[in-house]
Each structure stands twice: as structure tokens, then as C-alpha cells.
């Protein structure tokens, strides 16, 4: 059984910055895929970023393209999302995920982390 551990959540204005940190516990994790995704109150999950297990593959969405970027060490982890310039509408739970194969969609996800709060002031 994998644990997924989010750290790194919390409150911050408009215009600032945060790292969530992911780490992974009860399982050796080699080739797997990591991603972030995020839900705000009222919405479905959306897929943020994501990464395979070379570094070879990585996804960012759009709405977040140019502000946040996600890294791993190659197939170990903790994975990282270093979230810049900040927006209120970027107000979310934010959960860390771990797949076999690609993550584009929640029902690539084999893990789940418990999710981490990241509340941005207008």
C-alpha cells in the first residue's frame, strides 16, 4: 500500500509564491508517474502537472503554464510544485497522485495523497 504525504499548503496573497512537497511511503515507487491535481469548492478535480518517472514526460495545464512547474528526482521521490505569481481563482485543495502509465485524468490515478489546502488572499 502507498501513502502519499502533501506538505507545504497554506495561506499566501495574490502575487506569491508556495512549494507543495509530495512524498511517498510503503511501497518502492519505480516507474510511476506523479502528478498534482486540485479541486476548488464547487468543481470537479483538474489535473495541474505531471511527471513520469525519467522526467522524460511532464505535463503542466495551461491555466498554470509560466507560473508553476513540477519536479522529481528522476524515479525517487518527494515531488515538488513551486507555485508563482499566485491567483485568487488558484485557491484549492491540491492532492498529490501516482500512476502506472500517464496521468492526464483522475482515472489514471492509482494513489491518492489526503490533499493540502493553498488558500490565496485577493
Known amino acids: 500500500q502507498v501513502q502519499l504525504d502533501e506538505s507545504g499548503g497554506g495561506l499566501v496573497q495574490a502575487g506569491g509564491s508556495l512549494r507543495l512537497t509530495c512524498a511517498a511511503s510503503g511501497a518502492t515507487l519505480t516507474r510511476y508517474t506523479m502528478a498534482w491535481f486540485r479541486q476548488a469548492p464547487g468543481k470537479e478535480r483538474e489535473l495541474v502537472a505531471a511527471?513520469?518517472?525519467?522526467?522524460?514526460?511532464?505535463y503542466i495545464a495551461d491555466s498554470v503554464k509560466g507560473r508553476f512547474t513540477t519536479s522529481r528526482d528522476n524515479a525517487k521521490n518527494p515531488i515538488y510544485l513551486q507555485m508563482n505569481s499566485l491567483k485568487h481563482e488558484d485557491t484549492a485543495v491540491y492532492y498529490c497522485?501516482?500512476?502506472?502509465?500517464?496521468?492526464?485524468?483522475?482515472?489514471?490515478?492509482?494513489?491518492w495523497g489526503k490533499g493540502t489546502l493553498v488558500t490565496v488572499s485577493s
Open positions: 511527471v513520469n518517472w525519467s522526467g522524460i514526460w511532464s
Open positions: 497522485a501516482v500512476g502506472r502509465g500517464k496521468i492526464l485524468t483522475t482515472q489514471d490515478v492509482d494513489y
